[in-house]
């Protein structure tokens, strides 16, 4: 996650509006701020940047501006509305006030304390600090856009050795606005690495971040290559911040492709929630479908809550609960369970207990939800609620949540374009919440909040996976190479644009060709043109499962043996009908040859996907969520295999997901099937050239299993003029 600036950029981390105290102050001074720099400079501007203070003996509020430029340093701004008459006198650091809601102000502390909380994430990276000192240079400064200098130094305020620099009416130009922050220069300017570090550190990329230390110089395995992936600091690009910043006032979707940070920024909105006093009143649940995913989704929660705060993330005493979309004796307490309990004439089903009353269904969760909605008796439960991996839940889940949110409708969900088992792109708010009896949507996703908060979001960069491992995903998982041509595909321009391509061809046209790529932006992988590190896809046929099974023991030995990567960094994903014989038999007994020892995430806990030491075996609706370095997908013949889940999309759809699991390498084995050994060849061969393309011929859309982003026009692509 990238966030190296070119021009300066800018945040508005908060919502302020002009009847907030102080609020006309602040946006008039944020407007002139924006206009202070040439586009040639770099740097990076906040307005509220997302810190606070829980205890309240330091600072009670965030910063106003937080300014980090290349040539000026780290600079805090404290903006005030007073006018020259509502400060009586100011004696050091405090200010003496009147007619005013407060008697007394100390600006210029509450800025340096707020500069030297920033200034601690700074100490924590060695390109930003000097022994104990940090590199990065911090002055702060009072803005007062309601006093001139005349008025000013008629009232002689800035007497004194400890007068506050401040930023006065007639400053307010962007050339004059300029130069008064250019006064508080007194350093070198900030060097490429110390500038590009710190800019990473305020986007709040530490809590995404892996082990403070370089990677190896010269990486010649698997392990050392994959340092880049985990070890150093990262950030947040310039889309994930706007998102993960700010709270909307409404409902808000976030869609993307996989690896696009959706989980990440659920996250980050939770802790900014429970660590922002304004909302401290809310009732908030987080809920997601992977069981497995509880560990590492409360973590991400503890490391933005400390980002933000300084302090530990406790989730007893917090407004926010992280609660499994159902609920079970392994997961503990459930949002469906939770609402069940509270709507009268419903009793809370097990799925054991759903499964006899209603017998088999594929969406057993949302049968059961669809009764406790059916009741129009559900209670207002939560101020907010926000939802990962909603792809995996269906409209009576998504409607029976926003049952129980208050008028407001708070429902944030993020939805991954291509890693549902039934569908590959994210079904519009309409065909979700659909309409009232007068015509109108129950949730209208189109536009932005009266703050300038888009309501719907769709991010196109993948950090996840290379480049190489995508297009893979892509080409299987919709059969674009296939013999009989694709079973399910986009059909057009913009809903390929929407998950990061570009598409050369008429879908008008059936039997043309079309060209497929990705622009390297939307691919910002640390592997990617690293030629050396890969080939990041492979695929291996053999003449039986025996044979398919102990090859794959064999790879797996020598990564641990000669490439360097722990046993828990690798994940295999057996296929089909028989996947736990597959893994939990045949392959455990492999590995167990070798000496390793494998944890099969359907057995024990089942919120522990990875255990140390020991290289995961996972079935596909437990991997959904899940990552590893090296993936090893299991049984590619089952793509074929008619009698499997009777769809061939819903088989190519779980090679898509297991292929996407993968942040580096993959690799696909199976029983020898002509067809698909020809196909993979095909798609091998494309995306391993310099300039990897796809080439494809459009299909009949009314011969597809499965027609993707028929439509369009309710989706809001947000541009970054709608954020200032």
Known sequence: ??????????????????????????????????????????????????????????????????????????????????????????????????????????????????????????????????????????????????????????????????????????????????????????????????????????????????????????????????????????????????????????????????????????????????????????????????????????????????????????????????????????????????????????????????????????????????????????????????????????????NMCLAALDEHNRLIWAYDEAQDLGTLTAPSPKRIFGTADDGELVVDMSGSYENGIQKSHIMRESYRAPQEVLLAAHTIGMGLKREGGPVQTITRAEGWENIGYELDGDFRKTGSQATLSRPEKHSPHPLEGDRDAGPFVRSEWFGSKTAEIEWVADQIAQDIAHEGLDPEQILAIPLGPNAKGHGHYTLREELAERDIDINCVWNEDNKVFEKPGQVTVSRINRAKGNEAAAVYVIGAEEIANEDYLGEEVRRRNQAFVAITRSRAWCTISGIETASLVSEFDEVLGEIRKVDPEITFKIPNAKELDNELETDTAELEVMTLDQFD
């Open 1 to 398: 996650m990238s966030v190296t600036c070119s021009v300066v950029q800018y945040f508005a981390s908060g919502s302020v509006s002009e009847d907030d105290p102080g609020g006309e102050a602040e946006l008039a001074v944020w407007a002139r701020l924006k206009d202070a720099f040439d586009p040639d400079e770099n740097g990076v501007l906040y307005h509220q940047y997302p810190i606070f203070n829980k205890g309240g003996h330091r600072f009670d509020r965030k910063p106003d501006f937080v300014l980090l430029h290349e040539e000026l340093g780290l600079i805090i701004v404290e903006c005030k509305g007073y006018t020259v008459d509502q400060i009586d006198y100011i004696a050091g650091e405090t200010w003496h006030l009147r007619g005013t809601r407060q008697d007394q102000a100390a600006p210029v502390e509450q800025a340096r304390d707020q500069g030297f909380h920033l200034q601690q994430f700074f100490r924590q990276e060695r390109a930003l600090r000097d022994g104990q000192q940090v590199k990065i240079p911090m002055n702060v400064m009072v803005a007062l856009p309601n006093i001139s200098y005349k008025e000013w130094e008629r009232r002689d305020l800035d007497a004194g050795p400890a007068s506050p620099r401040v930023i006065l009416s007639d400053d307010l130009t962007p050339v004059a606005l300029r130069e008064r922050l250019e006064s508080v220069k007194t350093f070198e300017p900030l060097s490429e690495e110390e500038f590009e570090a710190a800019t990473k550190v305020l986007s709040c990329g530490q809590p995404i971040s892996g082990a403070h230390e370089q990677p190896t110089a010269d990486p010649t395995t698997k392990a050392e290559y994959y340092e880049s992936v985990e070890k150093g600091l990262r950030g947040l690009d310039q889309q994930q911040q706007k998102i993960g910043m700010r709270i909307p006032p409404g409902p808000q979707q976030i869609r993307g492709i996989a690896g696009s940070g959706k989980t990440v920024l659920v996250a980050m909105k939770a802790a900014r929630i429970a660590a922002d006093p304004a909302y401290s009143d809310w009732d908030v649940a987080l809920t997601f479908s992977t069981k497995s995913l509880y560990n590492h989704i409360t973590a991400l929660v503890a490391r933005f809550y400390r980002q933000f705060t300084g302090e530990p993330f406790d989730e007893d005493e917090s407004n926010i609960e992280i609660i499994h979309g159902w609920g079970g004796e392994t997961t503990g307490d459930g949002l469906y369970w939770r609402v069940a309990q509270a709507t009268p004439g419903v009793e809370p089903l097990s799925f054991g207990d759903a499964k006899r009353k209603f017998g088999y269904n594929p969406n057993m969760q949302d049968r059961v939800a669809k009764e406790v909605l059916e009741t129009g008796g559900i209670p207002d439960l939560w101020d907010a609620i926000l939802i990962d991996e909603a792809q995996d839940f269906e409209t009576n889940f998504m």
